[in-house]
């Protein structure tokens, strides 16, 4: 069973960008779908961004409406850290962000697929 570090988050003005990093522990993650979420509290989590275990040298991406054209999600070190490039922030992106992982190639943005989560790490955007 893989285990799951988020870092990076911070307190930013609206419009600066930032970027977390997952870094994964006790196996490799290559075979795994990962993905970010986000909660704010009193809400749901919601899906961010996910990717596909490697296939063909490239792990493919999706990501919530909120975020198209803003964040980027990308992994290296074989798959085993992924990373969430967040640009021009808004004051609503402000929240806890977590690291998922599940092993297969049903990579979804639906908080029920996944079964290894990380403590997660938060963002505050002011305006």
């Known amino acids: 069973q893989i285990t799951l570090v988020e870092s990076g988050g911070a307190a930013v003005q609206a419009e600066e960008s930032l970027k977390l990093s997952c870094a994964t522990s006790?196996?490799?993650?290559?075979?795994?779908?990962m993905a970010w979420f986000r909660h704010i509290p009193g809400k749901e989590r919601e899906g961010v961004a996910t990717?596909?275990?490697?296939?063909?040298?490239?792990?493919?991406?999706g990501y919530a409406d909120s975020v198209k054209g803003r964040f980027a999600v990308t992994r290296t070190n074989g798959g085993n850290t992924m990373y969430l490039q967040m640009n021009a922030l808004k004051p609503e992106d402000s929240a806890m962000y977590y690291c998922?992982?599940?092993?297969?190639?049903?990579?979804?943005?639906?908080?029920?697929?996944?079964?290894?989560w990380g403590q997660g790490t938060q963002v505050t955007v002011s305006s």
């Open positions: 006790g196996g490799s993650a290559e075979t795994y779908c």
């Open positions: 998922a992982a599940r092993p297969g190639t049903h990579c979804s943005l639906d908080t029920k697929d996944y079964d290894t």
């Open positions: 990717t596909t275990p490697r296939s063909r040298r490239v792990f493919a991406a």
